[in-house]
């Protein structure tokens, strides 16, 4: 068996725990160290995964011994500052998405990681979700001839209470940061990044100055075209659709990480349909994990999937669409 690669946490929230949760379905990752703004909720934490260092202060964790890789689990507006905490002090990075607030802060860590020659990665787990991953795979393949048109949501209904995460302007609310960015990133991962010219957008805003709605759509040559829309006001259906001169990929809900496709080729005016399944155990993060632990072990600075330019040019999209609609942090 590979050498255990000893992880460690920064801020423990929810999605930190399903990231916890989902380590442990990897016999050669180990959960090493956690740290929050609080000791008490750390010490908790570690002992409830069997981590041996729990630290009060996010600082505090570029410290501890024998640690190999950090997930930065904390608010989005404290993303650049833990990663580049780390990143200074030699250590990997794993970044929850979005990576950065604005292309600005996306630029200093990207620079850090190369200047520091320290691994970088944004957590962009729907890409290593299988069913997500064959469905691009497919694409590359032409398995539906050339795909014309992507469209995609995600939307949930959440009560408005402004000091939600999601409604306080100043943790970085919105839906485009927090879901918008899944339609975004599927466009990108189809058909690169657009223009700015070629985007448009338009958002509904709450009282606090957070978009509650955003819906835009990206122009390319040759009649691609990319539809995507994120709300908080409702629950949409959560899928995907790729449509092909030959064919569509249809994502289940929730796409974003589903576990079945639907295939649907042209022949003539009848249409022949393909469902392939793809279960898996977890919530879905031990996809990224363990490609994470592949590039450190091959001593790769970031990854082939999810580049750095990559990823540049996801928080440049999503930095157009915000100056389009208004939002401004």
Known sequence: ????????IIGLGKIARKFADDLRLLPDAQLHAVASTSLNRAQEFASEYDAPHAYGRYEDIVHCPELDVVYVATPHVLHSESALLCLENGLPVLCEKPFAMNSGEARRMVAAARRNRVFLMEALWSRFIPAVDHALQLVSEGAIGSVHTVKSDFGFKLPFDPHSRIYDK??????????????????????????????????????????????FTFQYPNNKLAIGHSTVAA??????????????????????????????????????????????????????????????RQQRLESDLIPLDFT?????TLDTIREKIGLAY
């Open 312 to 316: 540049l040019d996801l928080v440049e």
């Open 170 to 215: 100043a943790l970085g609310g919105g839906s485009l940061l927090d879901i918008g960015i899944y339609p975004a990133l599927l466009s990108l991962f189809v058909f690169g990044k657009p223009e700015a010219e070629d985007i448009l957008a338009a958002a509904t805003f709450t009282r606090t100055e957070v978009d509650e709605s955003c819906a």
């Open 235 to 296: 629950n949409t259906p959560v899928e995907a659709c790729l449509y092909g001169t030959e064919g569509t990929i249809y994502l289940h809900p929730r796409w974003h990480h589903t576990q079945k496709l639907t295939v649907s080729k042209y022949d003539g005016r009848t249409e022949i349909k393909h469902d392939l399944d793809f279960p898996y155990e977890g919530w879905g993060y031990a996809f990224e994990a363990a490609h994470v632990m592949q590039c450190l």
């Open 1 to 8: 068996m590979e050498r255990t690669i000893r992880w460690g």
